[in-house]
Structure formats: structure tokens, C-alpha cells
């Protein structure tokens, strides 16, 4: 290898220091499994948390400067775009999954195909849903019975944030190809990067130009084109078999078709939320301008354990999909158990920080004690379910990384849907309370988590079956 130039950058230092591939890979594969799912999850909830923290910046920015009809439109809208993305989403992590099993495997030609498909599915995707969410976004605020004092400034925050759907769904893409390889770190840096620069521009925008949602959603829109701007920027520039290069930018169909098996079952159980959550959102609304407000504040600091939850489902799939893809059965089996013990750690850590800070964070975002005291009930019901919804996120990670994502997503679709819209249309409705509402939550999670430990059960000897079926190359098996 040369020397970089003088006074130039070499490529290190460009890439913020990442490890090249085979240096993950072969951390992954062999010795203690505790610190290599810790080092991978924490990273990786950083990122989930400071994309939480930037969102919030929204929220807050308008609920300070424009006011509570603002920071309700704001907040009513996140049901909406969870639906749309998270299919996407899902999909991301057919890529994650794929990108794993072929480094595990040495296959260097499948990571190759793995990589530039999804970069297309991913933009092809966003320009769909950006088309698409032009024209419904005033359809859909309608029927989800947002206030009228909240109505116009809803449809048109939702129309410019889901514009920016291409650049958005291709960050999740490319982040995705990273987690694959086992980097979480460079997508925690420059997501930092991107929402330094949305929290400037929704000051901006808000305070200096005066607008409204309008100005908040703009920001979000830059802020996604700047990260997933830098992280294709970083993969082409990569030595590694992840590398883009515009020549392979081709859809390969049964690529594809491997991460539409493993993704699209991803995407359904996290749309089946969505799905839950804008019933659940639609009996809120009912609640009045005050509760809406309350429960978007406290969505937003909620959501930080949800990060840490979720980081620990996604670090036992990459961790599993690469030991699946070289072989290692028993350290897939035993990732399991490390996983749950200290994301059940971390987990109880973060609950009992947010408790003690519950309503400082929410007086960040609106300083009435009525919105205050909603936001405080809908975080207790939260973080109960959150104590089940950990045990929901690394069962279907533990799945997913042998390629086994269908059981899990049917099990959301059958019991947290079907758990939810009985307790809307039943039980809220012979009580219409907040209290009563939030209690669907914590209600559905359990239930859901105790059918998806049973299925797990049940289907470990077909998971673990597929093993075997994972393309190795002989030319390049054990590199």
C-alpha cells in the first residue's frame, strides 16, 4: 500500500478510524461473546438515541417558539410516518442480515451484490413513498381525527418530510451495510455530524425565519441528506468488499429476493405497530390538544429506552447472522442468553435514570403542568411495556439473523394488532381515559412476548437447520 500524499488525508483518517472488515468478522467468530455484543449494541444505541434526541429538537423548537397546536401536529404525524418508513426499514435489515451471513461465509461476491441493490431498493423506495405521500398526507390527517387547530399544520409537515424520503430511506440502507459488517460506530458519528446541523437549522428556521413545521421538517430533510450523503461518501472510498462503485450500481434480482425474505417480514411486524399505534393515536386525539401534546413530549423521552432495547435485537442478529454464515451454531445459540442479560441490565439502567428525570425532559418541550402531567402517565405505562417489548425485539432478532423473520412477524401481526384494536374499540371505549388508553401497551407486549418465546422454542430446530444452507464459496470460505 502507498503512502498518502503530503498534505493530504490518508484513508483512516477519512473513515474516522473504522476497522476494515475482516477485523470485525473475525471478532465476531471466535472468543468471549459478552463484550462483542456490548460493543456492538452501544454504539448502536447512541445512534438510535441521538436520532431521538435530534427528532426531539423538533418537537421542542416548536412546542417553545411556535406552541402547542404546533408541537401536536408535530407529534400526531409520528404514527403516520412510522407506518410508511418502518416497511423500509424492515427491508434495511434484510440487507443487515445478508451482509453478516456472506462475511461470515467469505462469500465476497454476495456482500458485493448485497450492497448495490439495496442502495437502489432504498432510492427507488423513497421516491415511491415521496410521490405517494404528496398526495395522501391530507387524506390520512383527515382520518386520523387530528383537531382543527392542528389540522393544516399536520398535512403540511408530513408532505415535506415524506419528500425527503429518498435520502432518508437510503441512510437507513447504508447504515444497514455498516451494521452488516459490524462498524456501528461511523453511523453514530455521522448521524452526530447531520444533527448538529438539524438542531442549527431548526433554529434557524423557526426563530430567525419564523416559520413553523414547516421550518422543522426542512431541517430533518438536510439533516438525512447530509448523513446518508457521508456514508455512501465513506463506502466508496472503502477498501473493503463493501465498497461502492457506480459500475455494480445493478438490481440483482435474486439478491433481492434474499433480502425481500428475510426484510419484507421485518418491515410487515414493524409496520404492524404503526398500524396499532395510529388506532391508538386516533382514540388520543380525542383526548384533546393538551393530551396530544403530553403524550408527543413524552414519546420522545420514552423512545430513549426503546433505543436501548432495540439496539440489543439488532446486535444478537448481526452477531448470530455472521456465526450462522461461518457455521457457529453453538455461539449463535449462546448469543441468545448474553444478549437478554445485559440488555435486561442496560435496559433497568436507562429506566431508572429517565424516572428520576421525567420532568425536567419534559419541561424541555412545553412548561404547562397539564401537558407535563400527561406526558408523565404515558411514560410509566411505557416503560412497563418496554420491560416486554425487550424480550420481543432479541427473540425476532435471534430469528432474523438465521433468516427466520416470518414467524415473528406473523406473531405481531395476529397479537399486537389484534391485542390493540380490542382494547381501543372495547375497553377505551367503556372507559374513554388516558390512563385506560396507555395500558393497551404494556397489556399487547406481554402477550406478544410470551407467543414469540413460544415460537422461538418451537422452530429452533428448522432455524438452526439453515445453517448449512448458507452460500460458502470454497475459493473464499474462511477469509
Known amino acids: 500500500m502507498t503512502s498518502p500524499k503530503a498534505g493530504k488525508f490518508s484513508r483512516k483518517e477519512w473513515s474516522f478510524g473504522m476497522k476494515s472488515a475482516s477485523e470485525r468478522k473475525s471478532g465476531m467468530l471466535s472468543g468471549s461473546i459478552w463484550d462483542k455484543i456490548l460493543l456492538f449494541a452501544l454504539p448502536l444505541a447512541a445512534t438510535s438515541i441521538l436520532q431521538q434526541v435530534f427528532n426531539a429538537a423538533d418537537v421542542a423548537v416548536v412546542g417553545r417558539f411556535v406552541g402547542s397546536a404546533a408541537q401536536a401536529a408535530v407529534g400526531s404525524n409520528g404514527p403516520i410516518i412510522g407506518l410508511l418508513v418502518n416497511l423500509f426499514i424492515g427491508l434495511s435489515l434484510g440487507t443487515n442480515v445478508l451482509v453478516s451471513q456472506y462475511i461470515g461465509a467469505g462469500n465476497r461476491e454476495g456482500v458485493r451484490k448485497t450492497v448495490h441493490t439495496s442502495i437502489l431498493l432504498g432510492l427507488i423506495g423513497g421516491v415511491g413513498l415521496a410521490v405517494l405521500g404528496w398526495y395522501i398526507s391530507s387524506p390520512v390527517v383527515t382520518m386520523m381525527d387530528v383537531p382543527d387547530d392542528v389540522h393544516d399544520m399536520a398535512v403540511l409537515y408530513l408532505r415535506i418530510y415524506l419528500l425527503g424520503m429518498p ?21 453514530l458519528i455521522v448521524l452526530f455530524i ?38 455512501l461518501w465513506l463506502l466508496i472510498r472503502s477498501r473493503d468488499q463493501v465498497r461502492v462503485e457506480p459500475r455494480y450500481l445493478r438490481m440483482d434480482f435474486f439478491t433481492l429476493k434474499r433480502i425481500l425474505q428475510v426484510g419484507l417480514p421485518a418491515g410487515v411486524q414493524s409496520m ?25 413530549a413524552a414519546n420522545y423521552v420514552e423512545s430513549f429506552t426503546y433505543s436501548v432495547l432495540s439496539s440489543f435485537g439488532q446486535a444478537v442478529t448481526t452477531f448470530v447472522g455472521q456465526n450462522c454464515g461461518a457455521g457457529n451454531l453453538d455461539r449463535c445459540r449462546r448469543s441468545l442468553k448474553v444478549t437478554f442479560l445485559i ?20 419541561r424541555i418541550f412545553n412548561e404547562d403542568p397539564a401537558v407535563i402531567e400527561n406526558g408523565l402517565i404515558r411514560i410509566r405505562y411505557m416503560f412497563l411495556g418496554h420491560t416486554f417489548s425487550l424480550a420481543v425485539e432479541v427473540l425476532s432478532g435471534y430469528m432474523r439473523g438465521f433468516g427466520y423473520s416470518l414467524v415473528p412477524a406473523l406473531c405481531s401481526l395476529v397479537f399486537v394488532c389484534g391485542s390493540r384494536f380490542f382494547w381501543v374499540f372495547v375497553v377505551f371505549q367503556a372507559n374513554p381515559t388516558f390512563d385506560t388508553l396507555m395500558m393497551v401497551y404494556p397489556v399487547s407486549l406481554s402477550i406478544t412476548a410470551a407467543v414469540i418465546a413460544t415460537a422461538c422454542f418451537l422452530s429452533r430446530k428448522r432455524m438452526y437447520a439453515h445453517v448449512a444452507s448458507v452460500p460458502r464459496p470454497a475459493a473464499e470460505a474462511g477469509q
Open 167 to 187: 435520502v432518508i430511506l437510503l441512510y437507513n440502507f447504508l447504515s444497514a451495510v455498516f451494521r452488516g459488517q459490524g462498524d456501528t460506530k461511523t453511523p
Open 194 to 231: 447531520s444533527g448538529v446541523v438539524n438542531v442549527i437549522l431548526n433554529l434557524v428556521f423557526v426563530v430567525g425565519l419564523h416559520m413553523t413545521v414547516d421550518g422543522v421538517a426542512i431541517a430533518t430533510v438536510v439533516s438525512n441528506l447530509v448523513s446518508s450523503a457521508v456514508l
Open 272 to 296: 404492524v405497530f404503526s398500524v396499532a399505534n395510529i388506532t391508538i393515536q386516533r382514540a388520543l386525539n380525542s383526548l384533546g390538544t393538551v393530551v396530544m401534546a403530553g403524550s408527543s
Open 343 to 362: 440488555g435486561y441490565i442496560f435496559f433497568g439502567a436507562a429506566v431508572a435514570l429517565l424516572l428520576t428525570f421525567a420532568t425536567p425532559l419534559l
